[in-house]
């Protein structure tokens, strides 16, 4: 089953950050801020990707939070002020501010 997944991340180097996220954009993640992305995945997949990341951060000075949410608390998120981009956080109430 696939689970909602947000990864947020502190890295301090510019080509570094820049590349997380790009991986991230390519493992069917989107950005909900500048260093936040959520999307869904697989618990299998969700290792991979931690794998993945670990091996492209240094570990001294940067940081990747990968959350696991279920779809029933995913479902009571509260987006407060306006999304980033176009694209809004789906099943996600939005309360302008």
Known sequence: MALRVVVVYDISDDGVRLRVARTLES????????????????????????RLLEGMIDPGTDTVHIIPLPSHEWERTLVLG???GERRVASAALLQG
């Open 27 to 50: 493992w069917g993640l989107y950005r909900i801020q500048r260093s936040a992305f959520v999307g869904r995945m697989q618990r299998a997949r969700m290792r991979d990707l931690a």
């Open 82 to 84: 306006t999304p980033w």
